[in-house]
């Protein structure tokens, strides 16, 4: 059980176009998902906090208009780099939370690369 | 802002010794410490876990400890094999509140 999947595994794009990213529970509500970025060698920078039907909580200093997240149902969550260059180059991993749950089920991962 | 410190970065053993791997952190409030190990370009995996009513917590060869008082928490692996080698994280929170990260730990397991 707790599987969590994101699509696409890895992504390559322009400079300036937009990329969305999904994660999934896929046996269990995910009330909540967290978004990671993390570089190589380093460890996982939280981005923001998504709980379902809800604004997302994001954290210091990073741009809520440049990484949009969507916490539309219990069982997905989208994170949309818009504009991207390549300085989000990055590897971006979801996790998921279950109702009052305190275990967090990471994704695969889905690594992107700006040109 | 809470924090958490993690030592060694890096951690070299011959295979069947024991590795441990060290955490401190600040938040007085965290009652919640769990553990993942991260292979090369894939995701992070829950290992082990314990609570703050509980000392220490073992699971085949791997343990946690937990000592409230020092804030200090630490991961155990017993017999040690290739396969262990890894990346760790140890990570603390308030609860459903959000992971506080440590910086990982490479392991790596020497045949």
């Known amino acids: 059980g707790a599987v969590v999947s994101q699509h696409p595994s890895w992504v390559i794009c322009k400079s300036g176009t937009s990329v969305k990213i999904e994660c999934r529970s896929l046996d269990f509500q995910a009330t909540t998902m967290f978004w990671y970025r993390q570089f190589p060698k380093q460890s996982l920078m939280l981005m923001a906090t998504s709980n379902e039907g809800s604004k997302a909580t994001y954290e210091q200093g990073v741009e809520k208009d440049k990484f949009l997240i969507n916490h539309a149902s219990l069982t997905l969550s989208t994170l949309t780099v818009t504009s991207a260059h390549p300085e989000d180059s990055s590897f971006y991993i979801c996790?998921?939370?279950?109702?009052?749950?305190?275990?967090?089920?990471f994704g695969p991962g889905t690594r992107l690369l700006v040109l | 802002g809470e924090n958490v410190e993690q030592h060694p970065s890096t951690l070299s053993v011959q295979e069947g010794d024991s590795a441990v791997i060290k955490c401190t952190y600040s938040d007085s409030a965290s009652n919640y410490f769990p553990w993942y190990k991260q292979e090369l370009g894939k995701r992070p995996q829950l290992i082990i876990d314990?609570?703050?009513?509980?000392g220490e917590k073992k699971d085949q060869r791997i343990a946690v400890t937990l000592n409230k008082t020092a804030k200090h928490f630490s991961l155990h692996i017993t017999e040690t094999q290739p396969e262990d080698s890894a990346v760790y994280f140890c990570a603390a929170s308030r609860r459903t509140d959000k992971l506080i990260f440590g910086t990982g730990t490479r392991l790596q397991v020497f045949p």
């Open positions: 996790s998921a939370r279950g109702y009052l749950q305190e275990t967090q089920y």
């Open positions: 314990i609570r703050s009513n509980v």
